[in-house]
Nanobody, 121 residues
Framework: QVQLVESGGGLVQAGGSLRLSCAASRTIFSRNAMGWYRQPPGKQRELVAVISIGGGITKYADSVKGRFTISRDIAENTVYLQMNSLKPEDTAVYYC??????????????WGQGIRVTVSP
């Protein structure tokens, strides 16, 4: 059974920081690129960031470039999303996922249950 377990969400004031974590099974983590999507209230789900299997390639949505950093820890089978300079428009449910990253396109296959991030003005 695929398991992706997110943690680290919550309420933060604008300008603050949060770090999301996603613990994955060893098999899933070692064989897949990892990413984060988010779904703001009343909006569609969107890709936030993705990191390749080896960690050497990352990709970010324009809206988070320079503020968010995705990383992965092989020893812990965990992917992180460090979110700095948070804005109210970053408020969303954030989903960890695992999938294929090929020629600049990410295809998520496995999903976590999501974790809520709320940024107050």
């Amino acid at each position: 059974q695929v398991q992706l377990v997110e943690s680290g969400g919550g309420l933060v004031q604008a300008g603050g920081s949060l770090r999301l974590s996603c613990a994955a099974s060893r098999t899933i983590f070692s064989r897949n690129a990892m990413g984060w999507y988010r779904q703001p209230p009343g909006k569609q789900r969107e890709l936030v960031a993705v990191i390749s299997i080896g960690g050497g390639i990352t990709k970010y949505a324009d809206s988070v470039k320079g503020r968010f950093t995705i990383s992965r820890d092989i020893a812990e089978n965990t992917v992180y999303l460090q979110m700095n300079s948070l804005k109210p428009e970053d408020t969303a449910v954030y989903y960890c996922n695992a999938g294929t990253y090929s020629i600049g396109t990410y295809y998520p296959n496995y999903w976590g249950q999501g974790i809520r991030v709320t940024v107050s003005p």
